[in-house]
Each structure stands twice: as structure tokens, then as C-alpha cells.
């Protein structure tokens, strides 16, 4: 095989496996499950950024929280339907990613994780203040009659679970495609070496900005459908706690990899799961999962078993 | 001739350290334009300005008659002036396909794997394709940097210090691979090296203390009394 | 009250809260000038000096007044043996990577959070003051408490200040951070410096926070203001410039205090956020700093 039918066929075959597992799954695991491939979504967002072009955000529950306000709040407020709001949610993920993008981007490295912070932490706060708009701490529910697609109700565990898997697969293969594509090689490029791009004729600022952009996309995205298959917003979505996720999922998975935010989101959700029926430590097992990595597996799971087994996988 | 770049009055100062200082040059369609100097004379400096690396305090640039003074160095690559780093600078964590296709991609051309297998070629890597550039040898990461150079299809390949670090057999073959490139590509390389530098330069242009101290064929450089009191007098290394 | 005695007290609070900001700074910017980590997890050093003080003053079983100068020993110690730990078991073996550091203290919070939450609980819970005085001025009575924690905290930073410019260790650090391989090479045990920078940076923390938890109690999620407030200080007082901090401190202490009595807190905060990323963006020296 060569590498490409390779690399198909894998991914592939484990959105096949993921589908399979809703009808084999008891209820409460295949709606885990819907939850982690949103959870997935928003990862693969942030590996775009981080795992391939470089970008260490530690601002991206911001695109999140805009992803479900944007979709939320035009369903409270302007009383929009399912499909026009998770696009609305969709778009303001990567318009406001392109906006801190112009600024942030003027950094690098420690500023940029700082400037990025300092963004989301001011937007968290914005949600706090303008509460008579936003519902402030205690949030809001999702109208039941929005969630209704393709005459579906989100509601229920088999709409909930197709809307999750197809937007997951999307996000999946879209990510396949674009870091398999000569963007994918450009933004690994800048991520490896900035100045030696510049001088292959690359302007840096416009190709991250591009990266950013799509990576609020995806957290944009996976913001407004959480909001919408779930039925809730609330300002907890915009907190530190959601930027640090996406990281935690990709360093467990493996950075800079197609698969490693999905499996990072499964093996962290279940973990967290897990351990809580013993104790009910698990900011713990997220701080010990967050030091052990960085000392010991920063390539994460499929990082080093692409670096030992599996040189082809993207 | 034609002047292909054409720089006027070049200045950058450091604080009071006048690195380049009213500089004139003209690199000409098709040669190869050697550039020497003693350390600290400038020549990176210059070379910085030219690509666009770092911007010029006052002094024009033209390419091909056409102001690029203040164009910004990724866009003048795009114009076609590459400029190969000093210290090697390939990609080391891609593969070596990776390396040559990120230089022919950019500038929008239709077969990115015949441009890179045909780069390769050139410099004699052709089966190296799908090693990482970190594993290879010295002497292929420096002929990898040329690669990449020669993908871009430049119209000028500024190479500094090439031959740095390479084995005197290597030195031989990497000269032809440069002597193959003119006249379709001027060159204008920066060189420690006075062998490698009067056996291939049509013109060598010799600075000191940031000002352009002698232009002339290797002869007439080698005849120069100011050019040898300069390197007598400053590094004894050099030469 | 009219607007005269309440500016009065606005400014009083505001220099309180410029004191124990500028302390916890300070050790932030100390641990970024020297060995360039930016340490998230210092709100929790300061959360941990808190936590530390109700326990040795609720278990000590002398009058509060020597309990508390006991706590204000004993927590900063305890806090500088954890931050040395730290520093040798996972920030010196991640070579101190900017990123990878970062990303380590952030696991560090999550871990000492939860430790608090374990072993100390969910509660908030009051400190006793060293000694209970009301000064009694024209207008309000104010907490002769308030101002002991003023003058305090000068005294430490003074005694940081001639420690960094007089003894022979805080040469050690200040060589250190200029040239980590030249002060390698003329023997200086950089692995030691660095060890005892991030103790001192904790040291502070907790020491800030012993002051402050007569004023405020203990709760297992109070480093977060702290760390923030830290973090501005420390950036607009221009990255890693003791005395651009200090200056930052002063300023953002006194105009917290202000702002917060006239408007919202929130948008107080919003707009000391957005400015912090701000000056980031376009004056990377920060505001006090000398230019670059």
C-alpha cells in the first residue's frame, strides 16, 4: 500500500469504528461519545494552530465561547433556527480568531500565550458584564424549538449523535485534507523554522493568520453546536479551564497529528470519568496529566508512535 | 551589461557601528559576483539589505530597473532574489522532498514533484528524496540549502559562504554546480575562501569598514595595494 | 461622606492593596528576570502562603499576634521548599523551555488547587489579626492593621532590594541573569541560583498573601486575582524590571482602588486585560521599562 491508501484507509476506518459504536454502546457512553467528538472538534481547531503551525494559544475558549454565543444568542434574541445559528456560531469563531489574530500575531511565543490569555480572560469578563444580554454566570438554555435540524430533534440521543459524528467526520477529513495539502506543508514550515519560510517567500503574518483563522473556525464551530446539542450556553465555556482542555487533549494525543485530538479528548474524558468514581481529585489528574506529558511524552501518543512505527501518518 | 540589482548609497548603522555606509553596486546579468571583505567589513549586513532581511536606513535598491527598497524580503524573493543562509537552515524535522517542494510551491509552480526531482538532480541528492535533512550529512545540508535555492528559480541566488564547512573534495563539485548555474541565474556569493572565490568570480567586489574599498576582476583585486593592506592589516586569516 | 474623606479612603485601600500587589509581583518578575519562566502557577504559591497561615495559626496555641508572625515565618518557608522542589523535579528537567515551562505550571495550579481543596477544604476562613487597633481620623475609623501590612511589606521589599544589590547571592542571581553561560563559567552553580530564585519568587507570594489573610480569608481559589493582577503589573512595568514593577504596582494598586470604588469591577478588570495584552502587542518593553 502506499502511503496515502495507507493513511485513507486508517482514518477511515476509525470513523467507521466510531459510528458502529452508537449502536453498540449503552446510552450513557454513545452520549459521552457525542460530547468527546465535540470535544474533538474543537481539539482538532486547536492543533491546527498549535500542533502544526506552531501557535501556542492560551486564549481559545474565547473562539469557543464566541462559536456558542454566536449561535445562542441569535436564537434567544432573534429567535433564529438550528442551521442559520451553528453557521452564525461557525463564523464568529473565525471572524474573532482573524481580529485577535491581527494583534496577537504582531507576538510570538510567551507574549503571544500571554496576549492570548489576556484576550479571552477581557471577553470572559465582557459575558460577565453584559449579563442583561448574555444571561452573565448563569447562562441560558438553548430554546427547544432551534434545536430542531433537518426536522431532527437534537434533543434526542440518535439526532445527537449523527449531528456530533457528522460534523467530527467533516472536521476530520477537512483536517486531513488541508495538512495534507501544500497550506498543510507551509504552516508546519512556519511552525519549524519562521525566517527560513520568509526567505522561501512566505509572508509569516499572513500564512498564521490564515491558521488562526481556521482553527476559529473549528472552535467556533464545535462552541455552537456543543450549545445547540446540549441545550445550554454559559459563561464556564469562556473560562481558562476551556482553553487549557484543547491543549491537554492535543499534548496527550500528539501534537501536530490528525487522530491525536480525538484520541487525547476519549482517553481524558474517560480518565476524568474513571477517576471520579474513586475520587473527586480530577483538577488533579488534569495538573499531573499536563506536568507527566510535558516531561515525558511531549510528542504525545501518536507523536511517538509516529516517530517509532508509523513514519506515514499525517 | 545589464544590471539585474543595482544598489545606490546602501547605509545601515548599528547605534555609531556604520556597518554598511554609502555603499554602490551593481551585480550584472549572468555573472558571478564575488563578495570579500574582512571580518566585520559588512558583507552580511549588505547581503541583508539586499534581500531585504533587514530594512535600509537611506540608499534605493532596484531589480531589473524597478525600486524594491522597501519591499518586504518574503515578496523579493517572489521577484526573484533567494538568498541561502549562512548557517545550513533546512527544514531538519522534513523530509527532503519536503524541503525542496516548500521553495517550489510558493511561487506557483504547475509539477511540484518534477520541479523538486529536478532541483535534486542539480545538486546530486536524486534518491535522498525521503530521508529527514536533520539525518543528512553536513555536506548535503549545504547542497540541500542550494536546492532550495535553485527551486525558487531566481533570477539572483545569493549564497553566503557556501563552502563553509565542506571537505576540499566537496569544495571541487559544489564549483562546477555553481559554474552550471550562469548565465539563466547570476550569482553573487559571499566567500572566506580566496581560491574558491578567484577561481569562480568574473567581479569581485571587496569591502571594508562597511565602504566598497575595490571592484575589479580577480586579478586586478589581487593586484590591488589597498585591497592587500586592507586584509594585512585587518584579518590574517582571511586569504 | 463627601468626596474629600472618600477619596482619602480610596487611596488608603489602594496603597494597601499597591502593597501586597507589588510583594507578589515582584517574585513573579523576579522568576521571569532571572530564569525567563513565566510561572502561572504563582497565584497559587500566594493561595498556599494563605491556606498555610490558617493552619499554623489555628493550630499554634499562642495569642494571635505571635501566631501570626509565626505564620508569616513559617508559610513562606514551607511555600520556598515546594517552589524549590518544583523547580528541580520539573522546570530544570524541561531545560526551562518557555512554552514547556508554561504549560507545566499550568499543571502545577491544577495540582496545588486541588491539594488545597483535599486538605483544607472548600471553605473560606478567617485569620485572626495580630492585634486589633482602629485608628480614629476626623472622617471614617480605619484598620491600624491595614497600615502595618503598608509598612510590612515596604520592609520586605526593602530587605528583597538590599539582598539583590548587596549580598554576594543576589550578585550570584543578578550575574546569572544577565549571562547564564558566563556566570556558569566562572563557577557559579546556576542549577542552585535557579532553585533559590523560584523559592524567593514563592517566598514572596506567600509572604503577600500571610499579610493580606486577616484582611481577606483563605479560600482554595484565591490565587486567580493575584496571578492576574501580577501578571498586569509585571508586563506593564516592562518584563522582568524589578523596578518597573514596583512603579506598575503602585499605580495599578492605587488606581484599582479607585477605579473600583466609581465603577464596575468588571469593566475595571476588562479594561486592565485589554490593556495588558495591548501594551504587549505594541510596547513589548512595557510601560515604565526602559526601551529596548
Given at each position: 500500500m502506499t502511503d496515502g491508501a495507507k493513511i485513507w484507509t486508517l482514518h477511515l476506518l476509525v470513523l467507521a469504528a466510531v459510528f458502529v459504536a452508537q449502536f453498540l454502546l449503552p446510552p450513557y457512553h454513545a452520549t459521552n461519545l457525542a460530547r468527546i467528538m465535540v470535544l474533538a472538534v474543537f481539539a482538532m481547531g486547536y492543533n491546527i494552530a498549535f500542533g502544526y503551525t506552531g501557535l501556542l494559544s492560551l486564549g481559545h475558549a474565547l473562539f469557543f465561547a464566541a462559536g456558542m454565543y454566536g449561535m445562542g444568542l441569535p436564537v434567544w434574541h432573534l429567535g433564529w433556527l438550528s442551521l442559520p445559528a451553528l453557521i452564525a456560531g461557525l463564523v464568529a469563531g473565525g471572524a474573532l480568531a482573524g481580529v485577535v489574530g491581527l494583534l496577537a500575531l504582531r507576538t510570538a511565543g510567551v507574549s503571544f500565550m500571554i496576549v492570548t490569555l489576556m484576550f479571552a480572560q477581557a471577553g470572559y469578563l465582557t459575558l460577565l458584564y453584559l449579563n442583561t444580554w448574555t444571561g452573565g454566570d448563569e447562562g441560558f438554555v438553548v430554546l427547544s424549538e432551534a434545536r430542531v435540524l433537518f426536522g431532527f430533534d437534537l434533543a434526542t440521543d440518535t439526532a445527537r449523535f449523527i449531528t456530533a459524528f457528522t460534523l467530527f467526520a467533516a472536521g476530520l477529513l477537512a483536517c486531513l485534507l488541508l495538512v495534507r495539502s501544500p497550506f498543510g506543508r507551509v504552516m508546519v514550515a512556519m511552525r519549524e523554522n519562521e525566517e527560513r519560510s520568509r526567505m522561501l517567500g512566505y509572508d509569516p503574518f499572513r500564512i498564521k493568520l490564515l491558521a488562526l483563522a481556521v482553527s476559529g473556525l473549528y472552535a467556533g464551530l464545535a462552541g455552537a453546536a456543543y450549545g445547540m446539542l446540549f441545550g445550554y450556553v454559559g459563561a464556564s465555556f469562556a473560562t481558562i479551564q476551556y482553553s487549557i482542555l484543547p491543549m491537554l487533549y492535543v499534548l496527550l494525543g500528539g501534537a501536530g497529528t490528525v487522530l491525536g485530538p480525538f484520541l487525547g479528548a476519549l482517553l481524558m474524558f474517560y480518565l476524568i470519568d474513571i477517576t471520579s468514581n474513586y475520587t473527586d481529585a480530577y483538577l488533579f489528574v488534569v495538573g499531573a496529566a499536563l506536568v507527566g506529558l510535558v516531561l515525558f511524552a511531549p510528542k504525545g501518543i501518536l507523536g511517538t508512535l509516529r516517530e517509532r512505527v508509523w513514519r506515514w501518518l499525517p | 551589461m545589464v544590471a539585474v540589482i543595482e544598489a545606490r548609497g546602501l547605509t545601515r548603522h548599528f547605534g555609531g557601528l556604520r556597518a554598511v555606509d554609502g555603499v554602490d553596486f551593481r551585480l550584472e546579468q549572468g555573472e558571478i559576483h564575488g563578495l570579500i571583505g574582512p571580518n566585520g567589513a559588512g558583507k552580511t549586513t549588505f547581503v541583508s539589505l539586499l534581500s531585504g532581511r533587514i530594512p535600509v536606513q537611506s540608499g534605493v535598491i532596484t531589480l531589473n530597473g524597478e525600486d524594491i527598497t522597501h519591499l518586504p524580503a518574503h515578496l523579493r524573493v517572489r521577484k526573484g532574489v533567494a538568498y541561502t543562509f549562512q548557517i545550513t537552515s533546512v527544514y531538519p524535522r522534513l523530509t527532503v522532498f519536503d524541503n525542496v517542494a516548500l521553495a517550489a510551491q510558493g511561487r506557483g509552480a504547475g509539477d511540484v514533484a518534477a520541479e523538486v526531482a529536478q532541483a535534486l538532480s542539480r545538486v546530486g541528492m536524486?534518491?535522498?528524496?525521503?530521508?529527514?535533512?536533520?539525518?543528512?550529512?553536513y555536506g548535503h545540508q549545504r547542497l540541500l540549502e542550494v536546492a532550495m535555492g535553485l527551486a525558487l528559480r531566481p533570477l539572483v541566488l545569493i549564497l553566503d559562504e557556501p563552502t563553509q564547512g565542506l571537505a576540499s573534495g566537496e569544495i571541487d563539485g559544489f564549483k562546477a554546480l555553481i559554474r552550471s548555474l550562469v548565465p539563466q541565474t547570476t550569482i553573487l556569493l559571499i566567500e572566506h575562501n580566496m581560491d574558491v572565490v578567484m577561481d569562480l568570480a568574473d567581479r569581485i567586489t571587496v569591502l571594508n569598514f562597511g565602504q566598497v574599498l575595490a571592484v575589479g576582476t580577480p586579478d586586478q583585486i589581487r593586484a590591488n595595494r589597498a585591497v592587500q593592506d586592507a586584509y594585512l592589516g585587518g584579518d590574517h586569516a582571511a586569504g | 461622606m463627601s468626596f474629600g474623606p472618600f477619596l482619602l479612603l480610596a487611596l488608603l485601600e489602594g496603597t494597601v492593596m499597591a502593597a501586597v500587589l507589588a510583594l507578589t509581583a515582584v517574585g513573579l518578575s523576579l522568576v521571569f528576570g532571572v530564569m525567563r519562566v513565566v510561572n502561572v502557577a504563582h497565584g497559587e504559591f500566594y493561595m498556599l502562603g494563605a491556606v498555610l497561615a490558617w493552619f499554623v495559626t489555628y493550630y499554634l496555641p499562642f495569642p494571635p499576634a505571635i501566631a501570626w508572625l509565626a505564620a508569616l515565618i513559617i508559610a513562606p518557608l514551607i511555600v520556598a521548599v515546594i517552589a524549590a522542589l518544583t523547580d528541580t523535579l520539573i522546570l530544570k528537567r524541561l531545560n526551562y523551555d518557555p512554552e514547556a515551562t508554561i504549560v507545566a505550571t499550568i499543571g502545577l495550579l491544577y495540582m496545588l488547587q486541588q491539594a488545597a481543596l483535599t486538605f483544607y477544604g472548600p471553605d473560606a476562613r478567617p485569620v485572626v489579626a495580630p492585634f486589633e487597633w482602629r485608628i480614629q481620623l476626623p472622617w471614617f475609623g480605619y484598620s491600624g492593621y491595614k497600615l502595618f501590612v503598608v509598612l510590612t511589606a515596604v520592609v520586605i521589599l526593602a530587605a528583597v532590594w538590599l539582598f539583590m544589590t548587596r549580598s554576594k547571592a543576589g550578585l550570584v542571581m543578578r550575574a546569572t541573569q544577565v549571562d547564564r553561560e558566563t556566570a556558569q563559567a566562572f563557577g557559579i552553580n546556576v542549577d542552585r541560583v535557579y532553585a533559590g530564585t523560584f523559592a524567593l519568587g514563592g517566598a514572596l507570594a506567600a509572604a503577600a498573601a500571610v499579610l493580606i489573610v486577616p484582611i481577606q480569608q483563605a479560600h482554595y481559589l484565591m490565587g486567580h486575582d493575584p496571578l492576574l493582577l501580577s501578571f498586569i503589573v509585571v508586563i506593564i512595568g516592562g518584563l522582568g524590571s524589578i523596578r518597573g514593577t514596583l512603579v506598575a504596582a503602585l499605580v495599578i494598586g492605587l488606581s484599582d482602588g479607585i477605579i473600583s470604588m466609581f465603577f464596575s469591577p468588571t469593566l475595571a478588570k476588562i479594561i486592565a486585560t485589554l490593556l495588558v495584552a495591548l501594551v504587549l502587542v505594541f510596547r513589548p518593553q512595557g510601560l515604565f521599562g526602559a526601551k529596548a
Open positions: - | 536524486t534518491g535522498l528524496d525521503q530521508s529527514m535533512a536533520g539525518t543528512l550529512s | -
